[in-house]
């Protein structure tokens, strides 16, 4: 078994926010959604390492929207330096990037940031063997 995707709820008409972070800020890749639910709206983006899909994240809309306090995905990267890389790149969209909890994560240094809807996003990267 494997996880196929993670779903996060955006309020209605939030694409084009959402596309500001998830394609420009974070770096992952707009896909379509299917045609037969291209009709709710939303949004999926994937992470790729060549042809494979790594990571996915389907964006949809919630009405009531309620931002998610807690739940979150938590994309891993390579390295150190591709961490502080993508936080500087977030930081530099005018989203705030928080490493408070940096080394509170056995294994890992990580960072959070928020969505433009206040959906928590989380970023870690193994230390270095």
């Known amino acids: 078994m494997r996880l196929h995707h993670v779903q996060v709820s955006i309020p209605k008409d939030g ?3 959402a596309r500001s972070f ?3 800020a974070l770096g992952l890749t707009e896909v379509p959604k299917p045609p037969s639910l291209a009709g709710r709206g939303g949004c999926w983006f994937r992470a790729f390492e ?3 899909v790594v990571a996915e994240i389907h964006l949809g ?10 739940a ?4 891993v990267v390579a390295s150190a330096e ?3 890389q993508l936080g500087a790149r ?15 994560f056995e294994g890992y240094e990580r960072f959070h940031c ?3 809807f206040n959906n928590r996003v989380e970023v870690l990267s193994p230390l270095a063997q």
């Open 15 to 17: 694409e084009d926010q």
């Open 22 to 24: 998830y394609a420009e």
């Open 50 to 52: 060549g042809d494979s």
């Open 61 to 70: 809309v919630d009405s009531p929207f309620v931002p998610a306090q807690k």
């Open 72 to 75: 979150h995905p938590a994309l």
């Open 82 to 84: 591709e961490l502080e």
């Open 90 to 104: 977030i930081e530099s969209r005018g989203f705030e990037v928080s490493w408070q909890e940096r080394h509170t």
């Open 114 to 116: 928020r969505d433009p």
